[in-house]
Structures are given as structure tokens and as C-alpha cells.
């Protein structure tokens, strides 16, 4: 079963890759605000809050989770990014961005987790 969750690694970091250049392209270099990585954050929060929400209900099976759950929003969502952005926004003498990002950040995941495990239970 850790193959899948190798594989739901693979898949989830290179989406994350790909949709932070489709971001980050689109917004103002100027821009301190780290707007993909707090995009990427709070919908994979989302999904992984759905996705638990039917993994703890058995109405998904393990290796659904061990792939979707744990491999792909483990790797599609990311604390040491997120971290990285914070120290270098802090760097750049914008410490007021600094903490709303952290503020929104955190605000914004816990939020998606538990809109997504809600919405799962009407499904």
C-alpha cells in the first residue's frame, strides 16, 4: 500500500508545481502576498477534509485514502513552503504581510478542512 502513496505523492507535487508557476504568473511581482502557495493550502484542506470525512465513515477504501488522502494532499498541500514564503516576506521588511499570511493561512485551511468534511456529509 505505500506505492500509493508514492504515487499520490508524485501526482500531488507536480500538480502543486504546476498550478504555483499558473498562479504566481498571473499576479504582480510586486506582490508580497504568496497567493498560490495560500490558493494550493486552503483547497487541498478542502479536499482533504472531504476525503476524510468518507475515509472516516467507510465510505472509501483504504487504498483511496493511502492515494488521495495521505500521498496526493500530502504532497499538494505544503507547511515547508508555506514556512519559506513567511521567513522571506519578513526578509523583505513586510511584516505586516508577513502575519496576515500566517493568520489567513491558517484561518483559511482549518476553515476549507471543515467546509469540505461538512459538504462530504450531504453527499
Not at 498560490?36 to 475515509?55: E, H, K, P, Q, R
Not at 496526493?72 to 502575519?99: D, L, R
Request: charged share 10%; with cysteine.
Amino acid at each position: 500500500m505505500i506505492w500509493l502513496i508514492g504515487i499520490g505523492g508524485l501526482l500531488g507535487s507536480t500538480v502543486r508545481f504546476l498550478l504555483g508557476i499558473f498562479i504566481n504568473s498571473r499576479i504582480k511581482k510586486e506582490a508580497y502576498f504568496p497567493y498560490g502557495t495560500w490558493m494550493i493550502n486552503s483547497t487541498g484542506s478542502f479536499l482533504l477534509g472531504v476525503l476524510a470525512n468518507l475515509y472516516l465513515t467507510d465510505r472509501m477504501s483504504v487504498w483511496i485514502w493511502f492515494l488521495f488522502g495521505i500521498g496526493f494532499c500530502g504532497a499538494y498541500t505544503t507547511f515547508s513552503t508555506f514556512a519559506y514564503e513567511t521567513i522571506t516576506i519578513v526578509g523583505a521588511k513586510k511584516g505586516k504581510v508577513a502575519w496576515f499570511y500566517v493568520i489567513a493561512s491558517v484561518f483559511s485551511g482549518v476553515l476549507a478542512a471543515g467546509i469540505g468534511f461538512f459538504l462530504a456529509n450531504i453527499v
